[in-house]
């Protein structure tokens, strides 16, 4: 096709890459089949449907012309060289893991979508190269800790991280080795020196774009996060012979703390909190919970509005604990500090998607993404597909091919304009 030696050739439509959309899309629903449990689609870091898939995807990168390999994290990686040897290197990426009972598009659409890039290419080498990852973990489903397979790339797999166990009591260090990695070599996994920028598609995972009646959105800032588990500990009795004014019960704590975290929530604009997971102990019906524990996730762009709803709701859950003579226990399992976009490559990513023919929306991403792990070391940028229902993390989860396509021609606008700024650096 040579798409982007073609300069003459002005804008090029979403409709020209029609066919590479469908593609694209059909890849996803064939990847969905993979998965850990029958049934649904849930794909884990190192399991079994995690190493199927990336044989799956290998071949289709290894056929557009790709050196492919895993690394020493289980991200697949491939390298389509550029035109000489010391090319800068623009890495496109997102993941292969997903959540429980999960659709067929977060994270692994925007590998499929840098993948349709490298094949619209059809051979043609440029001033720079492309690196296409596929990271093995980024929802934090087996370790309770997201951005495993990012994490590597930016140097930040230490001896904690690989001693964290997962619900079996397996080490991450273990679950490497067991899958044919050796941890010791986590450091080849780090990005090259030639690496020089970073660009992410995602499907939005909210209803923004869809309200607005947008294909496409250009993030500025991915939202700061702080999890963690609150414990409320009382003590475990008899539901039919303890009185109600006697009773010590974790859960009944909890459900008030709960209360009060969505009216927290609702104080500023833009600050979400939630509690996804409840655990209560015993665990009988017939039994007052000695014990209750709650996940705690909030989200702001502005770490200091984050910092302040935390501790308020840490102070409250002090305070109803105090009141029924319980305890209760805060423990943060991570902290993730808001991120920018860079600013240069945001702009090239807006005026890309205008060269389409399509406005875009500039948003803030209320979800985390490997984008902000891998800011820490290169300009980065991402592009947001819209989520039909503003539905992710569900079964049901969709996009719509024209959106697909918009953002695939937007995305050969990009290789275009990064074409025109990396020769212009060589000249």
């Known amino acids: 096709m040579d798409i982007l030696r073609q300069r003459s050739a002005g804008r090029v439509e979403p409709g020209a890459v029609a066919a590479d959309a469908a593609k694209a899309i059909e890849r996803c629903r064939e990847l969905a089949q993979i998965t850990d449990v029958a049934g649904e689609t849930t794909r884990t870091f190192l399991s079994s449907a995690m190493r199927h898939c990336m044989e799956t995807v290998r071949s289709w990168m290894e056929a557009a012309g790709m050196q492919v390999w895993v690394d020493a994290v289980g991200n697949l990686r491939g390298l389509y060289s550029g035109d000489r040897p010391d090319a800068a290197r623009l890495v496109i990426g997102s993941h292969f893991d997903t ?185 009988a019906g017939n039994v007052i919970a000695g014990e209750a524990r709650a996940s705690l996730d909030v989200r702001h762009a502005d770490d200091t509005v984050r910092a302040s709803a935390v501790s308020e709701i840490v102070d409250l859950a002090h305070s109803i604990a105090h009141k029924r003579s319980l305890k209760a226990e805060w423990h943060v399992q991570m902290e993730q500090q808001a991120v920018v976009m860079d600013a240069r490559l945001t702009r090239l990513v807006e005026e890309s998607i205008r060269d389409t023919g399509v406005e875009p929306l500039r948003m803030v991403s209320g979800a985390g993404h490997d984008a902000m792990i891998i800011a820490e070391r290169l300009p980065a940028a991402m592009i947001f597909l819209r989520s039909p229902g503003g539905l992710s993390h569900h079964p049901d989860e969709a996009v719509r091919q024209e959106d697909v396509a918009n953002a695939l021609a937007a995305g050969v606008h990009f290789l275009r304009k990064f074409d025109e700024m990396v020769t212009r650096a060589n000249a």
């Open 99 to 283: 959540v429980p009972n999960a659709g067929a598009f977060d994270g692994v659409l925007g590998v499929m979508m840098g993948l349709a890039l490298i094949e619209l290419l059809e051979g043609e080498r440029l001033p720079f190269a492309v690196e296409l990852v596929a990271f093995s973990e980024e929802e934090g489903v087996r370790y309770r800790l997201p951005f495993i397979g990012s994490r590597a790339l930016v140097g930040r797999i230490d001896d904690e991280l690989l001693a964290r166990q997962d619900a079996e009591g397996i080490a991450v260090e273990r679950a490497l080795r067991e899958f044919g990695f050796d941890p010791a070599a986590l450091a080849s996994a780090e990005l090259s020196a030639d690496a020089s920028a970073y660009l992410e598609f995602h499907i939005e995972q909210g209803p923004v774009l869809e309200s607005k009646d947008m294909s496409l959105g250009v993030v500025d800032a991915i939202a700061g996060q702080t999890r963690g588990e609150m414990t409320f500990v009382g003590s475990a009795n008899h539901a039919g012979t303890t009185p109600m004014h006697l009773r010590y019960d974790a859960v009944a704590a909890v459900a008030q703390w709960i209360g009060e975290v969505e009216r927290v929530a609702l104080t500023a604009p833009g600050l979400v909190a939630t509690v996804g997971r409840i655990v209560a102990s015993p665990g």
